[in-house]
């Protein structure tokens, strides 16, 4: 058991039950609302290569039928308690949310426990599901950012299953098979691997009650032996990713290999990031967007993960703006802030960003049980409570020291993707008339 922590005006305390689940509760009073969240540490970094996607797809089949609650029925029972419910996965972890009334939260953890342990993953429901999928990862196919993303993946992380994507590939989806899922359910899908974060106008001790009522008798099973993956691997000299997309947009994305989530170099980039681009006066829009007019727009953003994350440049072309001069203005402003200190104000202003997006996060029940969850099973539950205090710490001389060895063009990746040169047949039939473009309609 864990002393009592605060954040947000929750008191937050740690316990677990004899099967290894770890239960998380925050108990705050201000308002009638629970939200309840499983989390499981598994997600597509966990999956062999023939398993892409199988951590997704399960979490749809999540919604399909277990032997309490039928297809459509989580839905069904949620809607009619006045509440919402909703599922997401990600390359470390997967989740289940619920946000109902203080009076009937304990119907979440009802419904968790019995998907935890008897889920149907009916053979029927299980094919049309895959459908489902499959068309999802095709409209994904449809945005130019998220495939170039995708290509520099599998710069950044080599053979590591942090180069596929989420949701999978279209063979080893197609190739799937019940088994398959049912295996993965059973391995990971268990007490000692998940963590139960209840949050809101709740009491620990009728928590604590609820939670051994329905998860106590789930016995948990054996940590089955991890599928053997590639190690992490870092770029030797400068990578380049070039496709083409059929518009007119100069599209352009500059990644490197970085760090851990919780780490001190993480918070580093937090700061880094927020001073390069968020809002109009960040300094990346001021000077390519507004000043220059190189670019319609840039951002920065720092992606931590449990292994390793990456830091990334987004950029997209002004009209008439060749993509070299672009990529050298983005090359000038990095080596700025691996040679010289961030200004006080611009740390200052990065610092107040991130200090009012904290506070607005802790807003409602559920931003705060994510938080918590996330830390839980990517690091540790605290860090949520310390994350502020740690970036508060943050000198500019950490800033630049992190960029420094991090942010070097000798281990970077640079992607573009740019206007596919138009056919000969189609430059002869511009000159009849216009091209009619039509737009894939998508129905589910």
């Not at 972890?93 to 009334?101: G, I, K, Q, S």
């Not at 518009?247 to 918070?267: F, L």
């Amino acid at each position: 058991m864990s002393q009592a922590r605060m954040k947000a005006g929750a008191t937050i305390v740690e316990r677990k039950l004899e099967n290894g689940l770890t239960v998380l509760v925050a108990e705050r009073h201000a308002d009638p609302v629970v939200a309840v969240m499983l989390w499981y540490r598994c997600g597509a970094r966990d999956e062999s290569e023939r398993e892409a996607g199988v951590a997704h797809f399960l979490e749809h089949m999540m919604f399909k039928g277990s032997r309490q609650f039928g297809k459509g029925e989580v839905d069904l029972v949620t809607t009619r308690l006045g509440g919402s419910n909703n599922a997401f996965t990600s390359t470390d972890h997967t989740a289940y949310w619920f946000e109902l009334a203080s009076d009937r939260w304990e119907k979440a953890l009802e419904i968790e426990a019995d998907r935890m342990q008897h889920l149907l993953l009916d053979p029927a429901e299980f094919e049309a599901e895959k459908q489902v999928v499959l068309e999802e990862l095709s409209m994904g196919e449809d945005e130019p950012w998220r495939v170039l993303v995708q290509h520099m993946h599998q710069a950044l992380y080599g053979r590591h299953a942090y180069h596929r994507p989420v949701i999978g590939y279209v063979d080893t989806l197609k190739a799937l098979t019940v088994d398959d899922m049912r295996d993965w359910y059973t391995r990971h899908y268990r007490p000692g691997n998940a963590t139960l974060v209840v949050c809101g106008d709740v009491h620990v001790d009728a928590v604590m009650a609820a939670a051994q009522r329905h998860f106590g008798g789930i016995a948990d099973r054996a940590m089955a032996a991890k599928p053997w993956v590639a190690p992490l691997s870092i770029p030797r000299g400068e990578q380049r990713v070039n496709m083409e997309w059929d518009d007119e947009g100069k599209r352009v994305c500059i990644a490197w290999p970085t760090t851990t989530v919780g780490s001190d170099d993480d918070h580093a980039l937090d700061i880094l990031a927020i001073a390069l681009s968020s809002g109009r006066n960040a300094r990346l829009h001021r000077r390519l967007v507004l000043d220059s007019g190189l670019a319609t727009s840039v951002s920065a953003h720092n992606d931590s993960r449990v292994e390793q994350g990456a830091f990334w440049l987004y950029a997209q072309c002004a009209h008439g703006v060749e993509p070299a001069k672009l990529e050298a203005a983005l090359r000038r402003e990095i080596d700025e802030v691996r040679s010289e200190l961030l200004p006080a104000a611009e740390m200052k202003r990065a610092l107040q960003i991130i200090e009012a997006g904290e506070a607005h996060d802790s807003e409602t029940v559920s931003d705060l049980a994510e938080e918590l969850g996330e830390f839980a099973v990517d690091a540790h539950w605290t860090l949520a409570l310390e994350t502020v205090a740690k970036l508060r710490a943050v000198t500019s001389a950490q800033v630049r020291d992190a960029a420094q060895r991090l942010l070097g063009r000798e281990r970077s990746v640079v992607g573009w993707s740019l206007p596919k040169p138009p056919e000969p047949s189609k430059r002869a039939r511009k000159k009849v008339g216009a091209k009619q473009r039509h737009k894939r309609k998508v129905s589910r």
